[in-house]
């Protein structure tokens, strides 16, 4: 064999893992899809489950900029307590809870551990969002006679967020992606009663999550 040959034949794998490796660098932008569950401690919401979409454009070597947006949807525990109604068990057992939709658009900033052949990343991001939720309004019997008629106005929130995870790569670019947060929401919600004009109040709350996604970078 001559020696150009055997040259050649040692050069060849480290030069297509040399232009794997810099394909791989070359991805600028990241997308990702996921779903997952929030836990609030009972006020406003025992639980919230949301999905959303996230976009990302690389900074630099693990420097990443980010935007996300999140559709969340709970139910408003227990509305009336918030005004100083009871419910009526002996007419209506279920406890009567208000649905709550919210979409919460956010920016984020996020460092990434690991390279862009391993499979096995590490991140960390915080970000700050914004959201405006909807509660719907709920009727039903009051304890003493007549019925409630609860509305809330939920206003804007601005809800900063810390969170870390840890994608493990199925290819060079698809990954799936298990995470968790934790997000601040500052709030003042506003809670009325119709019928007897009692009001009450929901403050700042915190919501823990977890989450499960599929990224894919290009």
């Known amino acids: 064999m001559h ?6 034949r040692g050069l060849l794998p480290a030069l297509c893992l040399v232009g794997l490796t810099a394909a791989a660098e070359e991805s600028r932008w990241e997308v990702g899809v ?15 489950q949301g999905s959303g979409l996230t976009g990302k454009y690389r900074l630099g070597e693990g420097s990443y900029l980010g935007l996300s947006i999140e559709r969340l949807k709970f139910d408003f ?16 057992a279920a406890a009567i809870d208000a649905t709550v939709t919210s979409t ?17 990343n590490r ?12 509660a719907g309004s709920v009727t039903g019997p009051a304890v003493g ?6 509305v809330t106005d939920a206003g804007n929130e601005v809800i900063p967020s810390v969170g870390g995870g840890v994608r493990y790569y199925f290819t060079r670019d698809l990954a799936v992606d298990l995470g968790v947060s934790a997000s601040r929401h500052f709030a003042d919600w506003k809670v009325t009663d119709r019928v007897s004009g009692r009001t009450g109040t929901i403050d700042d709350y915190t919501r823990i999550g977890i989450h499960l996604g599929l990224t894919y970078r290009f």
């Open 145 to 150: 006679g007549g019925s409630f008629n609860i």
């Open 104 to 120: 919460v658009f956010a920016a984020f900033y996020e460092r990434v551990y690991g390279t862009p052949t391993t499979r096995w």
């Open 3 to 8: 020696a150009r040959q055997v040259i050649a």
């Open 123 to 134: 991140y960390w991001n915080v970000g700050l969002g914004f959201a405006s939720p909807d």
């Open 34 to 48: 996921r779903t997952g569950i929030s836990s609030v401690g009972g006020k406003p919401a025992n639980d919230i």
């Open 77 to 92: 525990e227990r509305p009336w307590k918030i005004v100083g109604v009871e419910q009526n068990r002996a007419v209506t």
